[in-house]
T-cell receptor, first 117, second 114 residues
Framework: AQKITQTQPGMFVQEKEAVTLDCTYD???????LFWYKQPSSGEMIFLIYQGSYDQQNATEGRYSLNFQKARKSANLVISASQLGDSAMYFCAMREGRQTGANNLFFGTGTRLTVIP | DAGITQSPRHKVTETGTPVTLRCHQT?????MYWYRQDPGHGLRLIHY???????DKGEVSDGYSVSRSKTEDFLLTLESATSSQTSVYFCAISEQGGLSYEQYFGPGTRLTVT
């Protein structure tokens, strides 16, 4: 089973509007971390935001916030006041606490966001 | 920006030839990772290292080997490249292996095996 599912291959948003990128995850581990990364057309992976499974509040970083719904196993990324520079691929990823050593990230397949002027 | 470089940035090679990709960091981070990125699969872990000479396999390790003789360098070797190894390879580093430690990624290496 996929550990991370991103069901939106592509999304469009008008500049200055808010947009939500969906992410659902699958784990039986009570301890886990959820991450969002941005990949612009230049190719680099940029860390955006982190949410721990035991965090009581939703994470926020500037215009990015994570809508964490633990019971639904969803960790949607909300980008407020979209800018043209937000056009990129966005990846949701998870790390499970029971992993020893690596704590590697499991990635979804990504959502391509296009911001329309 | 985290100090991570990858070399080469682009490489075209023939099937059956050995290839080594290099990841170099200036952050003195303990953990280093190699991922590959393919359409429809996101990023998948190939190998990782949790210290000098300490390495282990990820989920797609077949056909790859790694070495880490210094904290700052992590090498990925394709012993005999195949067309299925055509991909974009990313190196990542993490200060520690704990749950909340984000991974910082290098710029990537685009490898084409003909």
């Amino acid at each position: 089973a996929q550990k991370i599912t991103q069901t939106q291959p592509g999304m469009f948003v008008q500049e200055k509007e808010a947009v939500t990128l969906d992410c659902t995850y699958d784990t039986s581990d009570p301890s886990y971390g959820l991450f969002w990364y941005k990949q612009p057309s230049s190719g680099e992976m940029i860390f955006l935001i982190y949410q721990g499974s035991y965090d009581q509040q939703n994470a926020t970083e500037g215009r990015y916030s994570l809508n964490f719904q633990k019971a639904r196993k969803s960790a949607n990324l909300v980008i407020s006041a979209s800018q043209l520079g937000d056009s990129a691929m966005y990846f949701c990823a998870m790390r499970e606490g029971r992993q020893t050593g690596a704590n590697n990230l499991f990635f979804g397949t990504g959502t391509r966001l296009t911001v329309i002027p | 920006d985290a100090g991570i470089t990858q070399s080469p940035r682009h490489k075209v090679t023939e099937t059956g030839t050995p290839v080594t990709l290099r990841c170099h960091q200036t952050e003195n981070h303990r953990y280093m990772y190699w991922y590959r990125q393919d359409p429809g699969h996101g990023l998948r872990l190939i190998h990782y290292s949790y210290g000098v000479k300490d390495t282990d396999k990820g989920e797609v390790s077949d056909g790859y080997s790694v070495s880490r003789s210094k904290t700052e360098d992590f090498l990925l070797t394709l012993e005999s490249a195949t067309s299925s190894q055509t991909s974009v390879y990313f190196c990542a580093i993490s200060e520690q292996g704990g749950l909340s430690y984000e991974q910082y990624f290098g710029p990537g290496t685009r490898l084409t095996v003909t």
